[in-house]
């Protein structure tokens, strides 16, 4: 079992950052890689026309041992979930009067792309929404609704495995079970869960997964990976550039130009994908969790979140059943919303970092945090 890994970080003493979901803090690997990135870059005439390949064939095998892909061409390098999603609404084959599935206050980049879609194309977004909080049976009966809206009209089911405001777990092997009965496409936002929790590409078979790198995959901002399927492998990219094409490794013969392109989904990666800062930053990351272990980093952060889950419903307040809420990432509702303005006061004061997202506060620590920093926020509540 793993231990605290504060050490790994260059977080303050007396700050209690228990705000993973909204952006890991750089551990020092991570940082040095960086700082030898810039120096690398500092000196052009060193770097060699494969360093333009080698570290993002690195970081596309280093993901895809992450979510069990077995070929790493299957993975592509993108900036943003929102660009990775792009992509995927380019390419999504729809008939008027189709509907596209989606959760209500999901996060809006895997909304926007999806509102786009419908307002062009004429088709029709369901917005699933939750029980109320304090209903039992909440998670279950979210998950219920979803498979309930999926019909046989359904082009897409858009959705992350756990909630970005709160934590709530999505079944996603019964999801995309059901999303495939009605050959509808299941594209999964991993931003706030992949690296923290585990994620198997063969048993869940999403046709895209999409994630940010900034937050539970430890990495730099800017940088996000996407997995797409053989649904995408014909498909067209929303820009091409020079380096996703067949070919491109022999730069003395780029004027020739080429109409195929590298392999699966290769064709997909942001143009100058090959940052010498970034890259290793984010290869430098994904070591680290992959060191570390998934399940080891979800265990750990259960361990946390169920201390607070039984502090808080102790003194009155409302978390998700531990059946349905992730161990990463927790949300809390307040007894009274009008009391978020001076929690939030109180907390700042104490130097506990959390993060309002909807109606529910979120907390999400890492392995840099320790039970005596869950103390610590459960005595902010009354």
């Not at 062009?120 to 699933?128: D, G, I, K, P």
């Amino acid at each position: 079992m793993l231990t605290c890994q504060r050490s790994h970080f260059t977080l303050p003493d007396d700050l209690h950052y228990l705000n993973c979901a909204f952006m890991a803090p750089l551990a020092k690997t991570v940082r040095e890689a960086g700082i030898a990135g810039i120096d690398r870059r500092s000196a052009p005439h060193l770097i060699e026309p494969s360093d333009f390949f080698e570290e993002s064939d690195l970081i596309r095998r280093l993901f895809g041992r992450l979510v069990n892909i077995p070929d790493p061409n299957r993975v592509a390098l993108v900036p943003s979930v929102s660009y990775g999603l792009a992509n995927v609404t380019k390419n999504v084959v729809t008939s008027p009067g189709d509907n596209i599935v989606i959760l209500e206050e999901q996060f809006p980049s895997n909304v926007y792309a999806w509102q786009r879609l419908c307002s062009e194309r004429n088709l029709e977004l369901r917005t699933v929404p939750p029980p109320l909080a304090k209903h039992g049976g909440r998670g279950l009966e979210w998950n219920n609704r979803i498979l309930t809206e999926i019909d046989r009209r359904t082009a897409v089911v858009s959705l992350p495995h756990a909630h970005w405001t709160d934590g709530t777990l999505f079944d996603l092997v019964q999801i995309g079970r059901r999303a495939r009965e009605c050959n509808a496409l299941l594209i999964v936002d991993g931003t706030q869960s992949v690296g923290a929790l585990p994620f198997d590409i063969q048993q869940i078979r999403p046709d895209a997964l999409v994630c940010a790198g900034y937050k539970w995959l430890l990495g730099p901002y800017s940088t996000g990976l996407a997995y797409y399927g053989p649904t995408f492998d014909e498909g067209s990219p929303i820009e091409e550039n020079w380096i996703t094409r067949l070919g491109s490794e022999n730069f003395a013969d780029l004027v020739r130009y080429r109409n195929d392109y590298q392999p699966a989904s290769v064709r997909y990666d942001v143009g100058e994908r090959s940052n010498f800062t970034l890259l290793p930053m984010l290869a430098a990351a994904l070591e680290l969790v992959t060191a570390w272990t998934v399940p080891a980093i979800e265990d750990y952060c259960r361990t946390l979140t169920t201390t607070l889950a039984i502090g808080l419903r102790e003194r009155g307040y409302w978390v998700e059943e531990d059946r349905w809420r992730s161990g990463h990432l927790i949300g809390i509702r307040l007894k009274d919303p009008r009391d978020s303005y001076q929690l939030s006061q109180r907390l700042h004061e104490r130097k506990i970092a959390v993060s309002f997202r909807g109606d529910a506060l979120r907390v999400s620590p890492h392995l840099y945090n320790d039970v005596a920093e869950i103390e610590a926020l459960i005595e902010e509540f009354d």
